[in-house]
């Protein structure tokens, strides 16, 4: 489970189906395959799930930006997803995951979102990166920042997470986050990456952007939540503000770094659950005692 489960089950999400079946992060075993389809899967293969179905004649979709079409269709947030013992999906969302777990391979999804965020910050080698926020986004975020030679900085208040943000390859780990000077100056970071989704936490991502500096929104806020920005900051400090949606062209080269097995994915899963357990496992997950609740048929 993930925060946007909560916000669907809390009514935040706009374009969610009422009383849908959630789990857009999901894998599972081939159990049957229409007649009709044409697929290189085969009846028992571990497959990953692209919950995100577009409808392939928007002038968004024409363009490669399907993430963004109008008529997008998501399995687990408009229609019914992977919190079940079987769900149908398209032969086009899903990738053969042979060779890792299942519960590593329900991973695929939100690491695929984490690789369209990581490409939207440019991140290079030798670059200093903030990452706010060390749940499961953020440590997936300071994984393939680290390993991509960046020198991370996490600040999360939370000692476990702090402690698990070391573990994935932060370089320093912080409660509260001070670049030390003027941002003109050249103090702060290249990147900045808010992986919480919250209105102060998206302004303090402003605020410690060194000048010429790059700051990604990837955590999901309410629909009523508002940033105060000084366009002054922005301009003087020549800032660019950027978000990110869903996981376009992400799919595969999640699964393939999950393949890699470079970085201990399975130690985000905290807590399983049966599906029968379900009730137990929301109260875990809304407590927010660990970081990725996996729930088993």
Not at 29 to 55: F, M, R
Not at 114 to 136: E, F, N, Q, W
Not at 195 to 220: K, N, P, S
């Amino acid at each position: 489970m993930i925060g946007t489960d909560l916000h669907i089950c809390k009514g935040e999400t706009p374009h969610a189906t009422h009383n849908v079946t959630i789990g857009h992060e999901f894998s599972g075993y081939v159990e049957a395959i229409h007649a009709s389809t044409s697929t290189t899967a085969k009846l028992g293969d571990l497959v990953c799930i692209d919950p995100n179905v577009p409808c392939h004649k928007c002038t968004f979709c024409r363009t490669q930006k399907y993430h963004l079409c109008p008529h997008l269709w998501c399995i687990g947030v408009t229609c019914d997803g992977g919190m079940a013992k079987h769900v149908v999906v398209p032969a086009s969302s899903i990738y053969v995951a042979t060779g890792i777990s299942p519960e590593v391979a329900s991973l695929a999804e939100p690491l695929s979102c984490v690789v369209h965020a990581v490409d939207t910050g440019c991140v290079k080698s030798g670059d200093r990166v903030l990452v706010i926020g060390a749940g499961p986004i953020g440590l997936m975020v300071t994984a393939l920042c680290a390993n991509g030679g960046a020198h991370v900085t996490v600040a999360e208040l939370n000692k476990m997470r702090r402690t698990a943000a070391t573990e994935f390859g932060a370089s320093e780990v912080t409660e509260r986050v001070d670049i030390g000077g003027d941002p003109v100056e050249g103090y702060g970071f290249d990147v900045v990456f808010e992986c919480v989704g919250l209105a102060a936490t998206m302004g303090q991502a402003l605020e410690c952007a060194r000048a010429g500096g790059t700051v990604v929104w990837v955590g999901v806020a309410r629909p009523d939540a508002l940033v105060s920005v000084s366009p002054f900051t922005v301009y003087r400090r020549e800032l660019t503000i950027k978000s990110t949606y869903t996981n376009p062209f992400g799919m595969e080269r999640a699964v393939r770094i999950l393949l890699d097995n470079k970085v201990n994915w399975a130690s985000l899963i905290t807590h399983t659950f049966a599906l029968t357990e379900f009730d137990a496992a929301w109260d875990v997950f809304t407590q927010n005692s660990g970081l990725k609740v996996c729930i088993k048929p």
